[in-house]
């Protein structure tokens, strides 16, 4: 079992910043295992958003959903099992509840998906 802790989100005005971060725990051959981490929000009403992966390896490229390109940089830190999405220039259209996930390889080589509790963030003057 993994499991994922989010942390920082709150309030904050239009052109502010914050800063996610996701503690990813769970037993060694799935910390071993996870082979990608990254977020996602949700506005009620609506679909589940991709905002940002990374894969595992340090030389992997992030891939940003369209709506938060050039405006959020997501990290890894692999020794801390940790991810982080930091979020510039915020608008009132990125309040939403955000959510780590985590994609890991079980020991029969397929793939599961967890999920956070979710963290909200709104923009708001």
């Known amino acids: 079992q993994v499991q994922l802790v989010e942390s920082g989100g709150g309030l904050v005005q239009p052109g502010g910043s914050l800063r996610l971060s996701c503690v990813v725990s769970?037993?060694?051959?799935?910390?071993?295992?996870?082979?990608?981490m990254g977020w996602y929000r949700q506005v009620p009403g609506l679909a589940r958003e991709l905002i940002a992966i990374i894969g595992s390896s340090s030389g992997g490229s992030p891939h940003y959903g369209d709506s938060v390109k050039g405006r959020f940089t997501i990290s890894r830190d692999n020794a801390k099992n940790t991810v982080a999405l930091q979020m510039d220039s915020l608008t009132p259209e990125d309040t939403a509840v955000y959510y780590c996930n985590t994609i890991v390889r079980n020991s029969e080589g397929s793939l599961d998906n967890y999920w956070g509790r979710g963290t909200q963030v709104t923009v708001s003057s």
């Open positions: 769970g037993s060694i051959f799935s910390i071993a295992n996870i082979a990608f």
